[in-house]
């Protein structure tokens, strides 16, 4: 009985392509999310909320927001809250 090795790499094959199945559909929702969350209040009301937590000093919830609405890094939320 000789070897196979079509039959041997197939459940890795598998489980690659499953892993890859996978990435694309977070990455999808990941992208749906962020354009919802901003398309449906838009850029022009966050900014509105920005600027009233920035007027009470509260500077890192501010960030906090725009990191939760956006999806963005630490570094792109502060400087968004910087330039508001």
Do not use: W
Not at 20 to 34: D, I, N, Y
């Amino acid at each position: 009985m000789g070897s196979n090795p079509v039959g041997t790499f197939l459940p890795l094959i598998f489980i690659c392509a499953l892993i890859v199945v996978v990435l694309v559909a977070v990455r999808g929702a990941r992208a749906r999310s962020v354009g919802r969350s901003v398309g449906s209040g838009g850029p022009a009301d966050l900014a509105t909320k920005v600027r009233g937590l920035k007027s009470q000093g509260r500077y890192e919830q501010a960030v906090f927001l725009v990191r939760g609405e956006t999806g963005f890094s630490e570094d792109a939320a502060r400087s968004f809250v910087d330039r508001v």
